[in-house]
C-alpha cells in the first residue's frame, strides 16, 4: 500500500542536532554533529559512496540517456549521482570544501561501507518515511530509500504520485555529510521553489529538492569551511584515459607532495589500493600517471592523503580497454655511449592534444647542440656500423635522414602528431637517433631503436 498523501524525509535516530549560533546572527541550519572525512587514520576515508540499484519500480530505471559528467550511468544511479554533485565544491550553490567521490555499483549493502539502497523495505520504514540515512556517518554509512513509495529517476519532473529519487538523495547525503533538518525558509509554509533542501517535509510532484538553498550551503560551510587555496582544482584530462595509458591531469593548486589519484573501482571497501596511484606532480598544475587496471568508467579525484589533507573536486572519465604496450613504444636494440653514458629514448603524451595522441619522441642524455641525424625504419635489427656504433633500425630507411640537434640540455625533442591514417594501423614504425659526441668511439652516441605501433586508440 503505498502512501500518496504524505511526504516526509527523515533522518534516522539516534540524532543529535545542535543549533549553531554565532555572536549576533542565528543561523538556522542544523548540524548533526557528523562529518566525513578523508584521512588515512581514525575514521578514514568517508567521502565515496556506491549504489546498490534494487528499486523495483519501472519508474526508478528508464531514463536512459547519458550525461557528460556522470558517465556510465542512467536511471537511479544517475538522479543519486547527481544528488551527490549538488553538494559538491563545483557546484556553484554549495562552493565549500567538500566533494563526495563516486565508486560505481554494489550488490551489497553493509551498514559502514557508504551506500545508497533503493529498494529497501524493512526496519526504519514504514509510515510516511521516503528514505532515511543512519547515524553516525563519520565512521561509515548509508541511505536507504523505502520502497514503499513509487519512484522517479527523471529527468523530469516525477509524475502524479512518483517521488523524485534525485530530490531526496540531495537531502539524505545532506544528513549524512552533518546536516540535521532546518525549520526555516518556508519549511512548514513556504513554496516549494526556494525551500532549504534540509526541511523535514518534501513537497509531493516537485524537483526542488535537488538543488540546495542558501541555508543548506552555509551548513555546509559551518562543517567544511571555504574553499581553501591549496585544495587542489581539476581542469581537465589529456592523454590517454585506456588501462595501462598515459593520463595527464590538469588544473591549479597540486603543490609539490606526492599525493593519491584516486579512480572510480566498483569495489565495497573505503578506498581500493590498486584504484589510487600514488604520484609527485610535475608542476603545481600537471601530474602525469599510468591508468591503473582497476580503473572503471566513472570519476577522478586528487586525494592530498598528507596533512594538510585534500580531496579535489571530480572530473568524469571514461577508460578505454587495455592497449597492447606496442601502441606506446617498446625498444630493442642496444644504445652507444657518449659523454653524458647512454642516450633513453622515450614517447611523451600530451597534454595539449586531445584524445589519446602522442606528441613527441624525447631522447636524454645527448652532448648539448650537437648535429646528427632521425633514422626511420619498418624494420628492426642491430648492425655494429664503423668501429663500435650500434645502429638499432633496419635498412633501407622509409623516411630520408632528418638532421637533427640537440639542445642546451642534451635533449632532443621532435613532435610527432599522429595523423588520421587507418591504412597505417597496425604499422610499427622503429626510430633512432645517431649524433655526434666527442666521447663516442666513433664520434657518435646512438638512442636504442624505439618502436611505435599506430594503432587507433591513439586517434581522437
Ligand atoms: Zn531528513
Known amino acids: 500500500m503505498k502512501d500518496k498523501t504524505k511526504l516526509i524525509l527523515a533522518g534516522m535516530i539516534p540524532f543529535i542536532a545542535m543549533f549553531l549560533v554565532l555572536p549576533g546572527v542565528v543561523l538556522a541550519f542544523v548540524i548533526n554533529g557528523e562529518s566525513l572525512g578523508i584521512s588515512t587514520s581514525g575514521f578514514g576515508y568517508q567521502r565515496d559512496f556506491r549504489i546498490r540499484n534494487d528499486f523495483e519500480d519501472a519508474s526508478a530505471n528508464n531514463n536512459t540517456v547519458e550525461e557528460a559528467m556522470f558517465p556510465g550511468a542512467v536511471g537511479a544511479p544517475l538522479a543519486i549521482w547527481r544528488g551527490a554533485n549538488a553538494w559538491n565544491s563545483q557546484n556553484p550553490r554549495a562552493a565549500q570544501n567538500f ?108 524537483t526542488a529538492a535537488r538543488t540546495i538553498e542558501t541555508d543548506d550551503q552555509n551548513g555546509l560551510n559551518a562543517i567544511y569551511g571555504s574553499i581553501p587555496s591549496d585544495k587542489p582544482v581539476l581542469t581537465s584530462l589529456g592523454g590517454s584515459t585506456n588501462i595501462g595509458g598515459t593520463l595527464f591531469l590538469e588544473g591549479s593548486a597540486f603543490g609539490t607532495q606526492s599525493f593519491r589519484v584516486k579512480f572510480t573501482t566498483g569495489t565495497s571497501s573505503d578506498f581500493n589500493p590498486s584504484g589510487t596511484v600514488t604520484v609527485t606532480p610535475e608542476t603545481t598544475e600537471l601530474a602525469r600517471l599510468t591508468v591503473p587496471s582497476s580503473a572503471e568508467t566513472g570519476n577522478v579525484l586528487i586525494w592530498k592523503h598528507n596533512t594538510p589533507r585534500r580531496l579535489s573536486n571530480y572530473l568524469p572519465i571514461t577508460i578505454g580497454p ?46 648539448p647542440n650537437k648535429t646528427g641525424f632521425l633514422l626511420v625504419s619498418l624494420t628492426q635489427s642491430t648492425v655494429t656500423w664503423k668501429s663500435n656504433t650500434n645502429l638499432n633500425v633496419g635498412f633501407p630507411l622509409v623516411i630520408p635522414l632528418t638532421v637533427i640537434s640537440s639542445d642546451s640540455n642534451g635533449e632532443v625533442n621532435l613532435p610527432f602528431a599522429i595523423l588520421d591514417a587507418p591504412d597505417f594501423f597496425g604499422t610499427i614504425f622503429w626510430l633512432q637517433l645517431l649524433i655526434r659526441d666527442d666521447a663516442g668511439v666513433d664520434g657518435f652516441a646512438t638512442t636504442e631503436a624505439l618502436g611505435v605501433e599506430l594503432c587507433d586508440d591513439m586517434i581522437p
Request: proline content about 5%; glycine content about 16%; aromatic content about 10%.
Open 322 to 367: 587495455t592497449l597492447s604496450s606496442d601502441c606506446y613504444g617498446q625498444k630493442a636494440g642496444t644504445p652507444t655511449p657518449g659523454t653524458n653514458g647512454s642516450p633513453t629514448f622515450d614517447l611523451l603524451f600530451g597534454p595539449s592534444v586531445t584524445g589519446n595522441q602522442f606528441t613527441e619522441v624525447q631522447a636524454t642524455g645527448f652532448q
Open 99 to 206: 566533494d563526495f567521490d563516486y565508486q560505481g555499483l554494489s550488490t551489497t549493502s553493509s551498514g559502514n561501507e557508504n551506500v545508497v539502497e533503493g529498494g529497501y523495505d524493512s526496519s526504519g520504514c514504514g509510515g510516511s518515511t521516503l528514505a532515511f540515512a543512519e547515524l553516525p556517518s563519520r565512521n561509515g554509512w548509508r541511505i536507504r530509500f523505502c520502497e514503499a513509495w513509487q519512484w522517479s529517476d527523471g529527468p523530469g519532473s516525477p509524475a502524479g504520485s512518483q517521488v523524485d529519487i534525485r530530490g531526496v538523495a540531495v537531502h539524505e547525503f545532506g544528513h549524512v555529510l552533518g546536516l540535521g533538518h532546518t525549520t526555516v525558509g518556508g519549511c512548514n509554509s513556504g513554496t516549494c521553489d526556494t525551500r532549504p533542501t534540509m526541511c523535514a517535509m518534501a513537497c509531493s510532484n516537485e
